[in-house]
């Protein structure tokens, strides 16, 4: 004898616990990932970003809701890297050069490993290349494409 499907499965089928989508990140850090199941764009706090940035394609684990709240979720991984190059100006810190991009939708500064430095100065614009951020305790990488001049 077959079974029907139980109205459990089909909310979960109506509503998945981990979706798709193209994050879009708020300039106070904040993201939302809209998908076709869900009434109203996921929010995703700043601690739950794991590296995505302003309109990559990412992979969302959604939180319980709360009630009378918006729908909460998690980055679990970053499908797609919507952009690589990021225009800043170069500041000088303990540890090494940083670029402080212009977007503010890219929350993180982008350091600049010491090997590929040359001859920066402080203030200087720069387009940076993102070359490595897999660990969102830690800055982003990256390498200094092209100086632009002073800021």
């Known amino acids: 004898m077959k079974r029907g499907r139980s109205s459990r499965q089909e909310r979960h089928e109506k509503h998945p616990r981990l979706i798709s989508g193209i994050?879009?990140?708020?300039?106070?850090?904040?993201?939302?990932?809209?998908?076709?199941?869900?009434?109203?764009?996921?929010?995703?706090?700043?601690?739950?970003?794991?590296?995505?940035?302003?309109?990559?394609?990412?992979?969302?684990s959604l939180h319980k809701k709360a009630s009378g709240r918006r729908v909460q979720g998690k980055v679990v991984r970053v499908i797609e890297r919507a952009k690589h190059q990021f225009v800043g100006t170069l500041k000088k810190e303990e540890a090494g050069w940083v670029l402080v991009p212009d977007d503010k939708r890219m929350y993180r500064p982008i350091s600049i490993p010491p090997l590929k430095t040359g001859q920066l100065s402080e203030g200087q614009k720069a387009l940076v290349h993102l070359a490595l951020w897999t660990d969102p305790q830690k800055r982003p990488e990256g390498n200094v494409i092209r100086v632009l001049g002073q800021a």
Not at 33 to 56: G, Y
């Open 23 to 60: 994050i879009s990140i708020t300039s106070r850090g904040v993201g939302y990932v809209s998908h076709s199941a869900l009434r109203e764009d996921i929010e995703i706090q700043p601690h739950d970003l794991n590296t995505a940035l302003n309109s990559d394609t990412v992979e969302v």
